[in-house]
């Protein structure tokens, strides 16, 4: 990568008010980022193990699809999370100081700083790393870390801290107001009317319905052929199901950079269903939105008194019972599947997909690697800013060579960041591929 | 990014080239807007969709969905790529003063 390459911008003012975050002058950024970590040591004992066991095998290096597409030897995973460890054995690790500073220990500055807020920024939190590290150490939790900490120094990027605000004020990323929102549903309503000649409903605020949905805002504004296909997949099942006027957004980027405003969007959402008197909540396509779900609703904003499951699993539900049926021939064409890193790193869903692609399309085939050992898209952990674009297109260069080898003209990509990052930098690669959510196909072959 | 010289008088833009304040929007200002996104000349077709999205962006302070703009201008995607390179949320947004989309877009 060039000299040139713009790196994400950093929120202003008036986006860190928003967010109740400080405004910290540079000359104190040091002096407040020390104390910020051994904040955060204390409670954040995976930071501290992964910070300690490092053996600097190297193992990881040529795993992280970042350093691949970049060259760049900071975004090696060990290199990357180095910047935070020599500061570390500087101020805060035991054993004697002669140890530390021979360990490469460095005193931190304002230089350091501004590498965290790069390289952290060149991570996409995508847990590939630490399938191959024998001490099992996460970059992505550490990056995760970091990024808070940068919030906190009043230096989360700019795209992030604005897309929370959105979110605090319209439950939704895009910041749409309730009006646009049943605007977009009424219009969609009509448009499955004109294709199907049916009724099929799109609910919103149905207090007893059995399943509260919860899309991607992306869904209500370019991703609307899935968005579709949901509803009726739901008609044709015959499930009672409902949107929410509050939220509309299953993308929780509170995760990407701020506890704070991941835990309010997932009460949000919980409480949401609690309203509504719903029996499960359905999560639409969308990677770390369903990890968050997953892996942390539960224990932050629980005990709930219903599950949360994905779309895939719900979908699967009504295949196996027979409730609905797909005609794959609508789906002729050769088609492969990008695993979302966190469906299949973070999120345990890696064949519930392949099995309803196998019975939707006609031509499947796995692209290598494959699975929990895919390459992320370049755009994981929010890495969509205009700004970044010759960085994404660095990131996505070890994916956009897999989609090419399998010569597939569909790439099946069910997660709203893939499918705002794949098409741009597909075709900076020259990857001609059209790329589609699994609920798209899903929709093209139900039989209605 | 340097503000948009519209006749002499000083309009203030974003580093991405969108207004920061988009009631200093006028027919003046989306001509000057229109340079900046490699259109040269705004025909009556660029009008029909600047006039959609302004309308839409009026009443309910957003864009609107994408197959919804395509719909009631009838202009299909690709039609709207011939006229604004930078695409609708990109190129026809900022030249209509509306604020850029964000999210997973
Ligand atoms: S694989 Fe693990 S232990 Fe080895 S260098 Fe990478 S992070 Fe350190
Ligand atoms: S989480 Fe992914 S992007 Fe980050 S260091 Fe590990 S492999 Fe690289």
Not at chain 1, 115 to 141: M, S, V
Not at chain 1, 213 to 232: C, H, I, Q, R, W
Not at chain 1, 410 to 425: E, G, M, R
Not at chain 2, 55 to 60: C, G, H, T
Request: glycine share 8%.
């Amino acid at each position: 990568m060039s000299e040139q390459v713009r790196i994400p911008y950093v929120a202003r003012e008036k986006e860190l008010k928003d967010l109740y975050l400080p405004m910290v002058a540079p000359e104190d950024r040091p002096q407040t980022a020390l104390e910020l970590l051994g904040e955060m040591l204390k409670y954040k004992r995976s930071l501290k193990l992964y910070l300690d066991v490092c053996t600097h095998c190297g193992a990881c290096a040529e795993q992280c699809h970042s350093y691949l597409g970049t060259k760049d030897p900071y975004n090696m995973p060990v290199a990357r999370v180095d910047l935070v460890r020599r500061v570390y054995k500087q101020v805060f690790a035991s054993g004697p100081s002669f140890l530390r500073t021979w360990d490469g220990a460095k005193a931190i500055d304002q230089e350091t700083i501004d590498l965290w807020y790069k390289y952290f920024h060149q991570c996409n939190q995508c847990r590939r790393c630490a399938i191959f590290c024998p001490k099992g150490i996460d970059t992505a939790e550490v990056t995760i870390a970091m990024r808070e900490l940068l919030a906190h120094l009043g230096m989360p990027s700019r795209f992030h801290a604005g897309i929370a605000k959105n979110m605090a004020k319209t439950g939704n990323n895009m910041g749409n107001p309730l009006p646009a929102v049943l605007d977009g549903i009424e219009f969609l309503e009509e448009e499955l009317k004109e294709e199907t000649g049916l009724d099929i409903p799109i609910p919103v605020d149905k207090e007893g319905a059995e399943v509260l949905f919860n899309p991607s805002s992306s869904d209500l504004y370019v991703n609307t052929d899935g968005f579709m296909a949901v509803a009726k997949i739901f008609y044709k099942a015959g499930v009672s199901w409902t949107l929410s006027s509050k939220i509309t957004e299953t993308a929780n980027f509170g995760l990407f950079f701020h506890e704070p405003s991941m835990r309010e969007h997932s009460r949000l959402l919980v409480q949401a269903g609690k309203e509504l008197g719903v029996k499960r909540l359905v999560a639409g396509e969308c990677g770390h939105g369903w990890r968050t779900w997953r892996m942390f609703t539960e224990t932050i904003n629980g005990p709930l008194p219903f599950p949360v499951v994905h779309l895939f699993e719900e979908v699967l539900g009504y295949l196996r019972d027979g409730r609905i049926k797909f005609d794959k021939s609508m789906n002729p064409e050769v088609v492969t599947y990008h695993d979302p890193c966190n469906y299949a790193r973070a999120g345990d869903l890696i064949n519930q997909p392949r099995e309803l692609l196998s019975a939707c399309v006609q031509n499947f085939v796995e692209m290598t690697p494959t699975k929990e050992l895919s390459f992320c898209c370049g755009g994981g952990s929010g890495i969509l800013m205009d700004e970044a674009m010759k960085i994404r297109e660095a990131l996505a260069q070890p994916k956009a060579e897999c989609v090419r080898s399998t010569g597939a003209e569909i790439l099946c990509a069910p997660c709203a960041i893939c499918k705002a990052q794949l098409p741009d930098v597909l075709e900076h690669h020259k990857v001609d591929v059209t790329v589609k959510g699994l609920s798209d196909l899903m929709g093209r072959a139900l039989i209605l | 990014m340097a503000d948009l010289n519209v006749n002499g008088v000083f309009i203030p833009l974003d580093e991405d080239g969108f207004l920061e304040d988009s009631d200093l929007w006028n027919e003046e200002v989306a001509l000057a807007l229109a340079l900046t996104e490699d259109v040269e000349e705004l025909t009556e077709e660029h009008w029909h969709l600047i006039n959609y999205l302004r309308d839409y962006y009026a009443k309910f302070g957003v864009a609107p969905m994408i197959r919804k703009l395509c719909k009631e201008t009838g202009f299909n995607l690709k039609k709207i790529y011939e006229l604004f390179p930078g695409g609708p949320a990109k190129g026809a947004c900022k030249v209509a003063g509306l604020m850029k989309p964000t999210g997973c877009v």
